[in-house]
């Protein structure tokens, strides 16, 4: 009986070890200060996740609650610096630097300072880890896209590569060059890489609130989308756009169709839902 006691107690304790561990493993990890981020992102030649917040911002703390709390995030995050940067404290000079104007703005930082991505506002998980993963794959492939395409053997696969990395960086000028070059290969060959070029030069407008450039750009991807994510973040991104200029009205198409698909992301059908019944009370 003692013995039982004893095993149960034992291993009582290892499985109590074993959540911990594995629930420190599903949490972001955060660096202890920028500086601190930025000198392992040099040595480990990752990306800078840069959380720029305040004590005040509601989106913050969701972000905090439902996204950097899930396991996936958790473990997505392994492959970037994170760090959390009070954007009215100790983050000041960096968010004039970065050009923050909202929160959270979440900033994706190459190793020589220069920006390689952001998310603006609150993202499930799903998403921030599309986004995420997004970044980190163009910090890794652009030396050899970009050398490719100066060869003069880009083809559509680089080129919408290259797009969305482009619009990552805020370059507006190389991003439509390269949408541009895109366009032109024809339905054919690059069919299949259009609805990511044009969301991903659509969120560039987004997040400049340039919202009249984003939405023509949305629309396109949602309908040369071939998968469901993309369809379905095509129209939600356009109804956010629209609800950004106060236009609720017009967004009723778009969140109508993500309702209407056979298998939407549940999380966007979740927020389709909730702005299509703001939309329709005003």
């Given amino acids: 009986m003692k013995f039982k006691r004893l095993f149960g107690a034992v291993a009582?304790?290892?499985?109590?070890?074993?959540?911990?561990?594995?629930?420190?493993a599903e949490k972001v990890v955060w660096a202890k200060s920028l500086d601190a981020a930025m000198t392992e992102a040099k040595?480990?030649?990752k990306l800078v996740m840069i959380d720029f917040y305040t004590d005040w911002c509601h989106w913050c703390k969701v972000l905090d609650e439902k996204t950097y709390s899930d396991a996936r995030v958790g473990k997505a995050a392994t492959q970037v610096v994170a760090v959390k940067v009070n954007a009215e404290k100790e983050g000041v000079e960096a968010a004039k630097k970065y050009k923050v104007q909202g929160y959270p703005t979440i900033m994706f930082i190459?190793?020589?300072?220069?920006v390689a991505g952001q998310i603006g506002g609150y993202a499930p998980p799903e998403p921030f880890i599309v986004e995420m993963n997004k970044f980190v794959m163009a910090h890794k492939e652009l030396p050899a896209l970009e050398a490719k395409?100066?060869?003069?053997?880009?083809?559509a696969t680089?080129?919408?590569?290259?797009?969305a990395i482009y619009a990552g960086k805020n370059d507006v000028n190389r991003t439509g060059a390269t949408l541009a070059k895109l366009e032109q290969a024809g339905s054919g060959q690059a069919g299949a890489h259009l609805a990511k070029a044009y969301n991903s030069a659509g969120d560039m407008y987004q997040t400049a609130q340039q919202f009249d450039k984003a939405i023509p750009l949305f629309?396109?991807?949602a309908k040369a989308s071939k998968t469901p994510y993309e369809k379905a973040y095509a129209h939600i991104s356009s109804a956010v756009c629209y609800f950004?200029?106060?236009k609720n009205k017009q967004a009723i198409p778009d969140l109508k169709a993500i309702l209407a698909m056979p298998k939407p992301p549940a999380e966007m059908k979740q927020q389709a839902q909730q702005m299509l019944t703001v939309a329709n009370k005003r």
């Fill in 219 to 221: 629309q396109k991807a």
């Fill in 110 to 114: 190459a190793p020589d300072g220069s």
């Fill in 244 to 246: 950004s200029t106060g």
């Fill in 12 to 24: 009582g304790l290892c499985l109590l070890l074993t959540l911990t561990a594995a629930q420190a």
């Fill in 43 to 45: 040595k480990s030649n």
């Fill in 158 to 163: 680089t080129l919408a590569k290259l797009t």
């Fill in 149 to 155: 395409a100066a060869s003069g053997k880009a083809d």
